[in-house]
């Protein structure tokens, strides 16, 4: 089987971060999303910060709050957590056209073709950290792989704020001194029963021969015994079309510089434009955002009256999006463009 290379990315506590970036009094504060505590509901996510004290993920609200009982519980803004997720993965969708949306702040990418362009995988993972900081200002976490078990791991491993890659070549030493409830899929009933069989980490279980592991697991007994050996067949398979296509980019320095902004603003729609052509997409939908110096963010959308991919006609619409917008002060801190309501290729507009 020819070898992949896979980027496996995971915001850090995304709802609970969030909500510290958009009140920064809250940093350093346990905050657990999923209140108000009066309601018997359960924890979506929490800060690191509560998760000292115990708090976890789909944990009762009041079990919570016995746990740690200065936490901040917030009821959440899910509208809020979408819009930004659908942002990270406009990024996402840049760096590699196999993209896996998994979750809400959670996804796959294959980048084998793409690491032929840098240094170092790592080099894309950095990048697309950055990338969604400065588009954000959440924290993530990104690992690195031959497949999607091991990246996953390896993202899972150094949070908040990872960046680790496993080679082939390391596996042996990366995966068997690490417990082996770190393998996606085995729960607690699963570590439960391994610990009865002596199988803490994953050395132990790659100890096991193949027949003793269906004996007692039946057929994830196999599953298991390819786990152990890092071996994970799955491949990066996302959904036929992204809902949304587009590129932005942060400047250096803020700029005011008109000619300089429109320059670069034409350079990102030709990018985005590719991509549109890549996966044979048309539009008609464009979104413009513009974060000016202070962090102060805008975005303006423009309906197209059919479904395009023609070049000149999508570049006029967004030089008039932009002069409808941009006054031309003040300076401008980041700049993108993206095209939405997308359809195939093939859809051809009904004129009459």
């Excluded at 942060?250 to 603003?265: A, C």
């Excluded at 975005?299 to 059919?306: D, Q, Y």
């Amino acid at each position: 089987m020819e070898k992949r290379i896979v980027l496996h990315l995971d915001m850090d506590a995304f709802f609970a971060s969030v909500e510290i970036h958009k009140n920064p009094a809250l940093k350093g504060k346990p905050v657990v999303i999923g209140g108000p505590i009066e309601k018997r509901g359960v924890v979506s996510t929490c800060s690191y910060e509560a998760r000292v004290y115990g708090v976890r993920s789909a944990m009762p609200l009041m079990t919570a709050k016995r746990l740690c009982p200065d936490a901040i519980f917030i009821p959440g803004d899910y509208a809020l957590y979408r819009e930004i997720s659908d942002t990270i993965f406009t990024l996402f969708h840049q760096f590699s056209s196999q993209v896996e949306e998994t979750s809400i702040d959670e996804g796959y990418m294959d980048i084998t073709e793409e690491s032929l362009h840098f240094p170092s995988p790592l080099d894309i993972g950095r990048k697309l950290k950055q990338a969604i900081w400065h588009s954000t200002g959440l924290p993530s976490s990104v690992g690195i792989g031959p497949n999607k078990m091991v990246a996953k791991i390896a993202s899972s491993l150094k949070k908040p704020n990872a960046l680790c890659m496993v080679t082939e070549t390391e596996l042996d030493t990366f995966l068997e001194p690490l417990d082996a409830a770190v393998i996606p899929g085995i729960g607690k009933v699963t570590e439960q029963e391994m610990a009865r069989l002596g199988i803490k980490t994953i050395k132990d279980l790659k100890e096991r021969s193949l027949q003793e592991l269906i004996h007692e697991f039946g057929a994830r007994g196999f599953l298991f015994y390819n786990q152990a050996r890092g071996v994970d067949n799955r491949k990066v398979e996302g959904r036929s079309s992204p809902k949304s296509i587009g590129a932005e980019t942060t400047f250096d320095e803020d700029l005011y510089d008109i000619t300089l902004i429109e320059s670069n603003l034409a350079s990102l729609l030709e990018k985005a434009h590719r991509r549109l052509m890549k996966r044979n997409l048309k539009t008609r939908g464009m979104t413009l955002k513009i974060r000016y110096f202070d962090f102060k963010t805008i975005a303006r959308s423009t309906n197209i009256p059919f479904y395009t991919n023609d070049l000149e006609i999508l570049s006029t619409r967004a030089k008039t999006l932009f002069e409808s917008t941009y006054p031309g002060y003040p300076p401008i801190r980041l700049i993108g463009i993206t095209f939405d309501r997308l359809n195939d290729g093939w859809w051809q507009p009904n004129l009459f």
